[in-house]
């Protein structure tokens, strides 16, 4: 008996929790620009995993990025090379193909390091306070203080230039957002009624934070590592734009940036525009699904923008709704002034028929 119960309650729970991505999702699909900019996302992930195919390498085992011909070398685009070709007469659409593979990859490692350190540390100086609030708080506002590129310009100048260097020192600068949005979230549910209940049953420290505060703290967590995604990603491409970053031959969209800006002046404007175009495409995306996320998290917050011809539609149903109830209330009215008319005989109606 106890086990068909037990079956039960975790067939309710399962259900429960598809539900509710059901919900969100439907309330996400709602949002045009939403769904625009997970589309966006999910071709520039489907580039990235085809950039070999996009651009293959050559017989020697030469990258297809990487690729030279002088005789080539800045073409506007054309027919053979749709994004035209950089000053050593490489092709640039098979760069940014290959260079989303590294701006993505920045982007989730930043992530995930802000999420572990930052969850970890959020959750700890939320659930103890006191003193080991004060202490994990006051480190992360002197990191805090710092401006995140400033403060990751500072750590690759220690560990040295390239792709694992800047995935630590954008994480490491990103950890204060992830662990204050954490402990606000573990103070506003460490009171609540089910971890009162869960204590007295015996439930430790660590199951409580992982077991039954954190996963209430999803919502906000998941909203903040989508927009903490496009600023990692702006952060790397930056660093390397400075040239502390990525270093070549590595087609990163930042570093492409800067070997095309000295070409400017020159006309060849293709060097720089496309790069940055797809640096700029997949930050909109990023924060138009990030925005999404949040509203579908979050319903209540959907009513603080509205278009002109939503407010519009608002008040033709507020018009049509009023002059409904008139009508509604219109023959209760005449009712009312008829019994208080003395002139009108209550069997009036009544007579006619007999």
Known sequence: MSNNQANGTNTAVKTKKVSQFREVWKRFKKNPLAMVGLIIIILMILMAIMADVIAPPDAIGMPGYNLQNWTNARQFPSAEHIFGTDSLGRDIFARVAHGARYSLAVGFVVVGIGLTAGVTLGAIAGFFAGVTDNLIMRILDIVLAMPTILLAIAIVAMLGPGLISVMIAVGVAVIPNYARIVKAQVLTIKNQEFVEAARSCGAGNARLIFRHILPNCLAP??????????????????????????????????????????????????????????????????????????????????????????????????????????????????????????????????????
């Open 221 to 354: 967590i998941i909203v903040e590592a989508t927009m903490g995604l496009a600023g990692g990603i702006l952060s790397a491409a930056g660093l390397s734009f400075l040239g502390i970053g990525l270093q070549p031959p590595t087609p990163e969209w930042g570093a492409m940036l800067s070997d095309g800006r000295g070409w400017i002046l020159a006309g060849f404007w293709h060097m720089t525009v496309f790069p940055g175009l797809f640096i700029a495409l997949l930050i909109f995306s990023l924060n138009m699904m990030g925005d999404g996320l949040r509203d579908a998290f979050d319903p209540r917050l959907r009513g603080a923008s509205f278009s002109k011809r939503k407010f519009r539609k608002l008040q033709a149903e507020r018009f049509a709704s009023d002059a409904g109830l008139q009508a509604a209330n219109a023959p209760d009215a005449a009712t009312a002034s008829d019994v208080n008319n003395p002139d009108v005989s209550p069997d009036s109606d009544t007579g006619g028929e007999q």
